[in-house]
């Protein structure tokens, strides 16, 4: 059971290149959620999930975009990177709100 | 609005008792969790409370008061593991069950011998 799988662990980026955060969840849940975490900001919600086709922003979405074609995937796209965009980027997944979410290992991004 | 406030650090001796509090001010509430976060990697869950009163498990114990929209974490028989960041996050309720999440900043605690 490898639960909530991100990829890739650390990525440098230049501004202006685009790239995928990749999240696969093997656990079926329908709840998916992408957090960013800057030093000593917490976590911020970018988007979220709650089942296959359907997404919506969070607090801090400009920049970047989701899809939800499966339960499993839940992949965050970066268009236009910028140096605000370093960031350590979480994709969690939970079955209800009780549970709690599980989290993947997080993907750090620097942007140079 | 939405605001959680958690103190940034803490201090601890090995053994010994802490507290960590949390007070929240939310337009929707519908539970609040607490997560533990090492240096470095993802958080992980520690405890859940959507009704008034103290939910333990094992060391750790976690208490709710709606009312006064306020929380806190126990850690009992401190170890030197338990040297991380402590998440307090309230789950956002609109009309509909989305299950977001809104985190505090977290409390840094450091276990010293």
């Known amino acids: 059971n490898a639960g909530v799988t991100q990829t890739p662990k650390f990525r440098i980026l230049k501004i202006g290149q685009s790239m995928t955060l990749q999240c696969t969840q093997d656990?079926?849940?329908?709840?998916m959620y992408w957090y960013r975490q800057d030093p000593g900001m917490g976590l911020k919600l970018i988007y979220y999930?709650?089942?296959?086709?359907?997404?919506d922003k969070g607090e801090v979405p400009n920049g970047y975009n989701v899809s939800r074609s499966t339960t499993e995937d839940f992949p965050l796209r970066l268009e236009l990177a910028a140096p605000s965009q370093t960031s350590v980027y979480f994709c969690?997944?939970?079955?209800?709100?009780?549970?709690?979410?599980?989290f993947g290992s997080g993907t750090r991004l620097t942007v140079v | 609005g939405q605001n959680i406030d958690q103190p940034t650090e803490m201090t601890a001796t090995e053994g010994a008792i802490v507290q960590i509090n949390c007070t929240y001010q939310?337009?929707?509430?519908?539970?609040l969790f607490w997560y533990q976060q090492h240096a470095g990697e993802a958080p992980t869950f520690l405890s859940y409370?959507?009704?008034?009163g103290l939910e333990e498990k094992g060391r750790f114990s976690s208490f709710l008061s709606r009312s006064k929209g306020y929380s806190y974490l126990l850690l009992k028989e401190l170890q030197m593991k338990d040297s991380a960041s402590y998440l307090c996050?309230?789950?956002?309720?609109?009309?509909?069950?989305?299950?977001?999440?809104?985190f505090g900043t977290g409390t840094l605690l450091a276990v010293q011998p």
């Open positions: 969690a997944s939970t079955r209800t709100g009780g549970d709690g979410y599980t």
């Open positions: 656990m079926n849940h329908n709840y």
């Open positions: 999930s709650v089942g296959a086709g359907i997404t």
């Open positions: 939310t337009s929707g509430f519908n539970g």
């Open positions: 409370n959507v009704l008034d």
């Open positions: 996050a309230v789950r956002d309720y609109h009309g509909g069950a989305t299950n977001k999440l809104i």
